[in-house]
């Protein structure tokens, strides 16, 4: 995990970002889970030249996918 990051709660409800023409950014999605296994894709709202549209971002036109590494503790035995 990156020094001084907090994964909880929604960054984006309280701040946006503005480019200007021809600017980019990157930005570091960390996704991660403790149990199980997870797919997600992630929808960008984004307001291009006034027209405001939904942005899917995923994996070649999959889902994203994270899994949980293996321990028997997980797994629901204690050892």
Partial sequence: MLKGFDPRG???SLRSISLKRDEDIAF???ASTLRHSCSFSLALDVLDDGR????TVS???QPFRVTALYTPRAA???I
């Fill in 59 to 61: 994996n070649h036109g």
């Fill in 76 to 78: 629901g035995r204690d």
């Fill in 10 to 12: 929604d960054y984006f």
């Fill in 52 to 55: 405001q549209q939904t942005v």
């Fill in 28 to 30: 570091l999605i960390y």
